[in-house]
């Protein structure tokens, strides 16, 4: 499985997330969860699976400090692939 995960500042406010997930050969995306700080924010399965994904959630608010994103991609096996990104807020 390959899991992507970035930020980017949005140019109104706060931050943009973008993930991406693509399955390997004999595997297909069944479940997508991105949680920024700890927190779910975007959950979603799939009832007939699939082999790639992308997803952008727009404006994350301007969190203070050090931030971490977590994108869990789940395969039709059952297995978990994650991958994360962090930056401060005082990033420009």
């Known amino acids: 499985m390959d899991a992507s995960l970035e930020h980017r500042k949005d140019p109104a406010v706060g931050w943009n997330i973008l993930a991406s997930a693509?399955?390997?050969?004999?595997?297909?995306i069944?479940?997508?969860?991105?949680l920024?700080?700890?927190?779910?924010?975007?959950?979603?399965?799939?009832?007939?699976?699939?082999?790639?994904?992308?997803h952008e959630l727009t404006q994350q608010g301007q969190f203070p400090g050090?931030?971490?994103?977590?994108?869990?991609?789940?395969?039709?096996?059952g297995e978990s692939s994650v991958a994360q990104d962090s930056w401060s807020g005082i990033d420009a």
């Open 66 to 77: 050090d931030n971490t994103t977590e994108l869990k991609v789940t395969n039709d096996k």
């Open 22 to 28: 693509k399955a390997d050969n004999n595997e297909k």
């Open 36 to 54: 920024v700080n700890g927190f779910s924010k975007y959950d979603q399965s799939f009832r007939t699976p699939i082999t790639q994904w992308k």
């Open 30 to 34: 069944s479940r997508v969860e991105i």
